[in-house]
């Protein structure tokens, strides 16, 4: 019904840049918050950034001047620009999306499958 649907992730040398894009399709009223989260081998999930339908912007530290998240309302895509990258930013990455199925529905949280990014020289 709805899919989130990701790309953009690749091998990146250090220092390099990557820019992701996540775009939901389906039966869709409405996207409000929309996020960029990654998990390591090993490590727990990480929330990395969260963007608003109004274009309000959260970012975890050890990412914030690095990332920036964006959105497109009209293509319900969220992007994420990965800057300054290193070997600690290897993961998978994946997207959510807020999304309302009806007008006066309830919101339901949808996951993409993750993208990897491999940061490495």
């Not at 969260?50 to 009209?74: C, H, L, M, Q």
């Not at 800057?83 to 529905?105: F, I, K, Q």
């Given at each position: 019904?709805?899919?989130?649907?990701e790309s953009g992730g690749g091998l990146v040398q250090p220092?390099?840049?990557?820019?992701?894009?996540?775009?939901?399709?389906?039966?869709?009223?409405?996207?409000?918050?929309?996020?960029?989260?990654?998990?390591?081998?090993?490590?727990?999930?990480e929330l990395l950034a969260t963007i608003t339908r109004g274009?309000?912007?959260?970012?975890?530290?050890?990412?914030?001047?690095?990332?920036?998240?964006?959105?497109?309302n009209a293509k319900n895509t969220v992007y994420l620009q990965?800057?300054?990258?290193?070997?600690?930013?290897?993961?998978?990455?994946?997207?959510?999306?807020?999304?309302?199925?009806?007008?006066?529905?309830?919101?339901?949280?949808?996951?993409?499958?993750?993208?990897?990014?491999?940061?490495?020289?």
């Amino acid at each position: 019904q709805v899919q989130l649907v990701e790309s953009g992730g690749g091998l990146v040398q250090p220092g390099g840049s990557l820019r992701l894009s996540c775009a939901a399709s389906g039966t869709i009223f409405s996207i409000d918050g929309m996020g960029w989260y990654r998990q390591a081998p090993g490590k727990q999930r990480e929330l990395l950034a969260t963007i608003t339908r109004g274009d309000i912007t959260n970012y975890a530290d050890s990412v914030k001047g690095r990332f920036t998240i964006s959105r497109d309302n009209a293509k319900n895509t969220v992007y994420l620009q990965m800057n300054s990258l290193n070997s600690e930013d290897t993961a998978v990455y994946y997207c959510n999306a807020d999304v309302r199925l009806t007008p006066l529905g309830r919101q339901y949280r949808y996951w993409g499958q993750g993208t990897q990014v491999t940061v490495s020289s």
